[in-house]
Structure formats: C-alpha cells, structure tokens
C-alpha cells in the first residue's frame, strides 16, 4: 500500500494527530483527502474535500458516506480523553461513544467502499490500550475495547482484501496532553509513522518512540500469539 494517488478519510482532522495525518497525506501524494470534522474546515489544497462528520452521529455518518465515492484508506481517529475515578457511568459511556462506538459506526458504514478498494482501516489507539493510566480509566477501557475490535475487524475482513491496522500510539504533543509534563512526541512525527506503517504493511503500527520500545516484544508475545492462532477459526 502506498498512499500516493489514494483516497484517504481521516476523522477528526482539524486538530492534533488528525491535522498532521491530513498534511502527511497530502505530502506523500494522496490524490484526495476527506477531512472530517464536527466544524466546518476550509484548506487551500484542493485535493481536501470537508465533511462534516460527528463520530457519534449516525445521520452524519451516513450523509458522509453518501458524499464519498470511492475509499482506500479510513484513519479513525477522532477520540476523546476525560479525567475520571470510574466513579461516573457517565464519563465511561462519553468514551466509549466515540472512541469505541464512533470507530464502530464509521467503520461500517465505509466497509462497503473499502471492500471494492481492497482498501485499509487505521485505527488510531492508544498504549493505553494494553495497559491503563489509572487516571484516565474510562480512556483506557474504551481503547481496549477498540484494539478488541480492530483485531476481529482485521480477521473477518483479511479474507475480503482489507487490511486493519491497529496503532498504539504513545504520549503526543496536542491538546489532549496539555498540561502533563512527560515527554511527548510531535503530532508530525506520528503522523508520519502512522503512514510509513500503512506502507510497511505492519498490522500493529507503534508510530513513536516511547510505544516503539514495546513493538519486539509485543510482536512476538503470547497475546499476538494467540491472536493469530485465534484468527484461524474464521479461515476454517
Ligand atoms: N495525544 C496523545 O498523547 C495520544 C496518545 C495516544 C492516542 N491518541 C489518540 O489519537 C487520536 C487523536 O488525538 P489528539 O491527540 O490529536 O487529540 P486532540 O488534539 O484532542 O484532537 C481530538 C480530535 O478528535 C475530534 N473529536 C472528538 N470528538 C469527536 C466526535 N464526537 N466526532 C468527531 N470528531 C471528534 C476533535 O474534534 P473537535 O475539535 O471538534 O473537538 C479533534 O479533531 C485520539 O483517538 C487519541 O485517543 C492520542
């Protein structure tokens, strides 16, 4: 997969990762860019085509669905982060609504176009995935149950010719970090490791340095392990 000539749609594109996604794509030479925002989004490169596109919005999802005619790549990667202590059902179900239920709804909808592409989903996760900030629970639950789903998506569409990717994205320089003094990496330089991994054809993209340390040791442990032998039953 290369991402030069291709149609790629990146959720939450105004900001942070998704902005730098959207650059990084037209950099490599994507052909068209759907940028998909809650506000509407002007750009001087007339290869973007805006969409409003609120992840929790089924109406929104469909209306976008119906404006795009052909798709190679999807990038989910519209999420929230909110500080809680689990005591709040309510902070758990906002998470799990965008950043569990939203990537779902998205991703439905565009699989009909990604199928005849033979297209690619990129999931944008979290390290937060395999292991929780306690101080962001609701995050982390809602970021494993999406790495759960990515990895189902991936073995019940391998067959059909789309690839899923997972990325498990460690500390980032943007708005969702602001305020925690740790190293971060800049929105840039992840954006631009979310498509070398794309192009590299690695199912589990670790995009930075602090989740690159954990990529060997992810890649050839007994969870992957099992995730493929897992996987086979679809095949059978
Ligand atoms: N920053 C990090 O350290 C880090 C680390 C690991 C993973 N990630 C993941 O990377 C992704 C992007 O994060 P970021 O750091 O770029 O965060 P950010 O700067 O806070 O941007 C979040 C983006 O998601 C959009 N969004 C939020 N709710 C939405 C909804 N209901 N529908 C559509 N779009 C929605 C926001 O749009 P509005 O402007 O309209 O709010 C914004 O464009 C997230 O999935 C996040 O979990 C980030």
Redesign the pocket.
């Known amino acids: 997969m290369t991402i030069a000539d291709k149609t790629i749609l990146v ?9 730098a996604l959207v650059s990084e794509a037209l950099s490599r030479g994507a052909g068209r860019v759907y940028a ?4 509407p989004l002007s750009h001087p490169d007339p290869r973007i085509t805006p969409l409003i ?4 919005s089924a109406a929104q999802i469909q209306a976008a669905a119906g404006q795009v005619e052909s798709l190679d790549v999807l990038i989910n ?5 909110l500080s809680d202590d689990l005591s709040d059902r309510a902070a758990l179900e906002q998470h799990l ?3 569990l239920f ?1 990537m779902y709804g998205v991703t439905q909808a565009f699989l009909p176009l990604l199928t005849r592409s033979r297209g690619a989903i990129v999931n ?5 995935a395999l292991a929780p900030l306690p101080l962001t629970p609701a ?1 982390a639950i809602s ?1 494993a149950a999406a790495f759960s789903l990515t990895q189902s998506l991936r073995a019940l569409w391998a067959g059909r010719g789309v690839r899923v990717h997972a990325v498990l ?9 602001r305020g925690f003094d740790i190293p ?1 990496s800049s ?1 840039e330089s992840v954006a631009a490791g979310i498509f070398d991994g794309v192009e590299n054809g690695e199912e589990d993209i670790f995009p930075d340095p602090y989740s690159q340390a954990m990529a060997d040791s992810w890649r050839g442990g007994a969870a992957k392990a099992l995730e493929r032998e897992l996987a086979g039953f679809v095949a059978s």
């Open positions: 959720t939450g594109a105004n900001r942070g990762i998704g902005q998909g925002t809650r506000q596109l609120d992840v929790t990667n519209a999420g929230i982060w609504a965008v950043n939203g944008n996760l979290s390290v937060n995050y970021k994205t460690g500390p980032v320089d943007t708005d969702m970090t971060k929105a």
